[in-house]
């Protein structure tokens, strides 16, 4: 089957457009403390995508740093898309910031490629949005087009269904953006998209799987999947009817999760995936607002509910949907045969799916950081020696627990650790307090602690085991001494005391 | 002709004792727990409640003996749980998961997990609602999951706490903790309503939990010697 001719729209570095950065400033934007964009005057130090914070601020140690809001992107990006939808309906959101539209239609109705992606650059550019406008066979190579379109001064870069195959030979293989396989490839000497096509389908699938053979398909200028042809009137879409139509977004983003799981359920047992998804909402008064979503049949029912609650979000703010939500649905547009995905062999255990579709229920509810996993971590304290990662997330504690960390307070572990340390005090046989002196000497024996309104009775103590941590670093700088105690209610407790001030680290109950 | 009183009063009879046999074949489907606890409980009663006094290292310990086994565990409400501990007690953090502020919808966030992991471990607010309670314990039985409550709990067929505790291994001045023994209480309907108890080293010196029954604290006591360790001098640079 021939390629659909595509238009592809691309906002640059439109994270920092959306939180309203000049382009003339070095910023960044960070998600999972790696740089996800960047101005062009942070990239003209040497800023690069993929960079950590750090080497980042190696190069341009006046950067502004931003955190990554995808929900305030995608409100931004609603106006571009307005703006393009005015020209022709039926846009796709890729992703904030990038969308496509199929070309073919537009452009007889414009009278050619060439006026339709003006027509849309002139729109988007109006209201002073850099943007640049490809147009080539398929949403791959249409997208690299419009990235080469930003060196042209028009900023268009149409190539023509002949041409496609040959301006991808010339890109690099990073360009598929699918770091696991390029490393393999680049190391075997394959490094542009042409020596890749070059290489037969068969032994590339034999080779690198089904990725390697979604990875030569788009080298070659076909979809990353062959398209399925399916009899007509099946109804893989799925919708709920809000009975009593709802205010909020958060019940909608709860049903769009379970609306999700029963399209992919339905989808799954055809063996299909869908490449885009189509999201409806309808309100009570009869209003009906769509838009597509790119998918690929990587989604997960999650990040669907998630990027349910960005447009809802988008619609609200650019004030398109206003009164209460009747209806949502959701519509899995062009399915495709699905090909699988590869699960580790051994070691990485799959979690259990029960347990990922609860704790995922629980983030609906509460957020993505409400439901964590403890990860040993490196540290002296108790408190420092574990790490709390959001489920879903994999993120590496920032201090390895396997290293020798002399110091440490000795084992057993306290079974209860305050996140703050809670204040108290110490006092000797004379109900005077009890105090340590920069050489570690203890005023006197203590014999009563004393939390909020409780006393306890002072049965042994240990101590001062004194700590001076981070002295090169003023901010994380800190100097003060450890005791243990044991109180007559048959508790221990881990006590601090910096600057004359004492308190409960962690208690051993 | 009517059934006469003894009939039915025989029938009901057996249709009581054919449910409870089958409320034994359930109970009899348990999870594992740590050796040392045999004395107490033969295992986790899936679908029951069990509620300690307070948390602490009795629950983490509890928890250790089918973590270890390889089930999944959750903990609702606890943000102040030792997870070091917990690793040194015998827990796979891997199967862990922590909903550390459910606050108002504690009750949904715990119905959500029975559902789904084989212990629940809860600290419910201070005064929790009666039908809330039973609902939880409810859902508790449908799913076959261990609920292991701290505070108080109405309808937990065992109650566990620490009767008494001293730490062992702090002088005055030096030393470092290093064990503890405990007392723990057992009581409830599957106790046979007499209590139980047992002595623990919660943790040992060789950080376990093991019985610390008489008969082995004399051995205890002789390991022990072996492996007190001094403290090393803490003065560190990081």
């Known amino acids: 089957m021939d390629q659909q001719r595509t238009l592809v729209v691309w906002c640059p570095d439109w994270p920092l457009t959306a939180a309203g950065t000049d382009p003339a400033i070095p910023a960044v934007v960070l998600s999972s403390a790696r740089v996800s964009a960047c101005t062009p005057a942070a990239r003209a130090t040497g800023v690069r995508r993929g960079q950590r914070l750090r080497d980042a601020q190696r190069f341009c140690p006046e950067l502004t740093v931003l955190e990554a809001d995808p929900e305030g992107e995608t409100r931004a990006f609603e106006q571009v898309v307005a703006l393009v939808e005015e020209v022709c309906p039926r846009v796709e959101m890729i992703r904030p910031g990038l969308l496509a539209i199929p070309a073919r239609g537009p452009s007889r109705y414009y009278g050619g490629e060439e006026s339709v992606a003006t027509l849309i650059r002139d729109a988007v550019l109006s209201r002073d949005f850099i943007c640049a406008v490809g147009v080539a066979d398929g949403v791959f190579a249409a997208n690299l087009a419009a990235r080469a379109a930003l060196d042209d001064t028009d900023g268009l870069c149409l190539i023509p269904s002949s041409g496609t195959a040959e301006f991808l030979a010339r890109h690099p293989v990073s360009v598929l953006d699918l770091p696991d396989l390029t490393d393999v490839l680049v190391r075997l000497g394959i490094r542009t998209l042409g020596r890749l096509v070059e290489l037969p389908l068969r032994d590339v699938l034999a080779r690198f799987g089904a990725e390697g053979a979604t990875a030569h398909r788009l080298a070659s200028g076909l979809e990353a999947r062959p398209p399925a042809t399916r009899p007509p009137g099946e109804d893989l879409s799925a919708h709920l009817e809000f009975e009593p139509p709802i205010e909020q977004s958060e019940p909608a983003v709860f049903a769009a999760k379970s609306l999700a799981d029963l399209m992919h359920a339905k989808l799954g047992e055809r063996g299909l995936a869908c490449v885009r998804v189509e999201v409806e909402a309808s309100t009570t008064d009869g209003q009906s607002l769509a838009r597509l979503w790119r998918h690929d049949g990587l989604l997960s029912s999650l990040a669907v509910a998630e990027r349910v609650r960005w447009q809802l979000d988008a619609w609200r703010t650019a004030g398109r949907l206003t009164g209460s939500l009747a209806r949502l649905a959701l519509t899995p547009d062009q399915v495709v045969i699905d090909t699988g995905r590869q699960l580790p062999l051994w070691g990485q255990a799959e979690n259990d799916e029960h347990v990922s579709r609860a704790a995922t229920r629980i983030q609906v509810m509460l957020g993505h950081t409400a439901v964590t996993r403890p990860r040993l971590a490196g540290g002296r304290g108790p408190a420092e020696q574990v790490v709390r990662v959001p489920w879903g997330d994999t993120t590496a504690p920032a201090l390895p627990a396997e290293h020798p960390w002399p110091g440490r307070v000795p084992r057993p572990a306290p079974s209860i650790v305050p996140a703050e340390p809670r204040s108290a005090r110490i006092l000797d046989t004379t109900g005077e307090p009890v105090t340590v002196s920069g050489r570690s000497v203890v005023s006197a024996p203590p014999t009563q602690l004393v939390v909020g309104r409780e006393t306890f009775t002072i049965t042994a103590w240990t101590g001062p085991w004194p700590i001076r941590e981070y002295w090169w670093d003023r901010r994380r700088s800190r100097r003060c001494a450890r005791f243990q105690v044991t109180t007559d209610d048959g508790r221990a407790w881990l006590l601090t005391v910096e600057n004359g001030q004492w308190a409960v680290e962690a208690i051993y109950t | ?238």
């Open chain 2, 1 to 238: 002709m009517r059934p006469s009183r003894r009939q039915r009063a025989a029938e009901a009879l057996a249709k009581v004792a054919g449910t409870e046999h089958l409320y034994t074949a359930l109970e009899e489907f348990s999870l594992p727990v740590l050796p040392a606890f045999h004395g107490l409980l033969s295992g986790l009663p899936r679908g029951q409640v069990v509620s300690l006094d307070a948390p602490g290292a009795l629950a983490l310990a509890l928890l250790a003996g089918a973590s270890q086994e390889g089930s999944w565990s959750a903990v609702v409400g606890l943000p102040e749980l030792g997870a070091v501990a917990a690793a040194d007690l015998g827990c796979d953090l891997d199967r862990v998961l922590l909903v550390d502020r459910p606050a108002d919808r504690w009750a949904d966030v715990t119905a959500a997990l029975l559902e789904a992991v084989d212990i629940v471990l809860l600290q419910p607010p201070a005064r929790p609602q009666a039908g809330i309670v039973r609902r939880l314990t409810a859902l508790a039985r449908r799913s076959g999951c261990a609920l292991i409550t701290t505070g108080g709990w109405d309808g937990a067929s065992v109650r566990l706490r620490v009767e008494s505790s001293s730490w062992l291994g702090v002088q005055q001045g030096h030393g470092h903790l290093h064990s503890r023994r405990v007392k723990v209480v057992a009581e409830g309907r599957r106790t046979g309503g007499r209590p139980r108890s047992a002595w623990l080293w919660l943790p040992g010196p060789d950080g376990s939990v093991s019985s610390a029954e008489l008969a082995s604290v004399t051995n205890m006591s002789e390991r022990q010697a072996s492996t007190t360790t001094p403290v090393s001098s803490t003065h560190q640079v990081a």
